[in-house]
């Protein structure tokens, strides 16, 4: 639970950066809060690193989530548009990050099972 909340924390730091960015466009206060949001970020990543998630686990599932809550998050607050192939590229991001994570889970149980048998 905890790492998952690590996570969470870093996809909604990261967000929040990356839309302080296009808001400090206009407004440079906004500064402050896209160097607090990528620091934050980049600080949680790190945890659950040590948590033990595998880096291509936390980078794509951080990644993905960054892109479509991004690109939603975007088209509702600064109008930028939202297409239909748009969502399809989303899906697809998401679908392998998905694709990443089972593949994570599958060679994690294969390595349990092997060290148990006395393998590794």
């Not at 909340?5 to 808001?23: D, H, K, N, Q």
């Not at 990543?45 to 599932?61: C, D, E």
């Amino acid at each position: 639970m905890h790492k998952w909340l690590l996570l969470t924390a870093a996809i909604l730091l990261e967000v929040t950066g990356t839309l302080s960015l296009r808001a400090a466009l206009d407004h440079p206060g906004w500064y402050v809060l896209v160097a607090c949001g990528y620091i934050g970020a980049f600080v949680a990543l790190s945890y659950l690193l040590r948590l033990g998630v595998g880096v291509g686990v936390a980078y794509g599932i951080w990644a993905a989530a960054g892109v479509a809550l991004t690109a939603v998050l975007a088209a509702v607050i600064f109008g930028d548009p939202l297409t239909g192939v748009m969502a399809l590229g989303i899906a697809l991001v998401i679908g392998g990050v998905l694709c990443v994570e089972i593949g994570s889970q599958a060679a994690h149980a294969e390595r349990a099972t092997r060290a148990q048998e006395g393998h590794i």
